[in-house]
């Protein structure tokens, strides 16, 4: 985390990120996967960003629903339940839920103090 406020880095990353989805949008609405016609790589390379940027950065993946049945098809593989357990997490959903929200408090305090 930044020790100041950068409003065009946080813009920048937010739209480099929305880019990035529509991207992917554009492959998966009318595909399963994002290489050939079966689990690959490619899948498996992609999935942690996109799965976690909505929890990091408070977006909606309904906005891309091809990238959200993609997310959802890989989360319900039973591998990859595993794996998202080793090691095992050191928070529970909420507890990660309330660390971004914290984090997120903190980024708009900056703002507020830049400010005056």
Known sequence: ?????????????????????????????????????KYTLADIANYSWVSSSPRLLNLDLAEWPGVNRWVERISAREQVKKGLNVPPPTRTPDQEKELFASMRAKIAAMENTDKH
């Not at 409003?7 to 399963?32: G, M, Q």
């Open 1 to 37: 985390m930044a020790k100041v406020r950068s409003d065009y880095a946080i813009e920048r990353y937010l739209t480099e990120t929305k880019r990035l989805y529509s991207v992917l949008e554009s492959r998966l609405a009318s595909h399963d996967w994002l290489a050939g016609d």
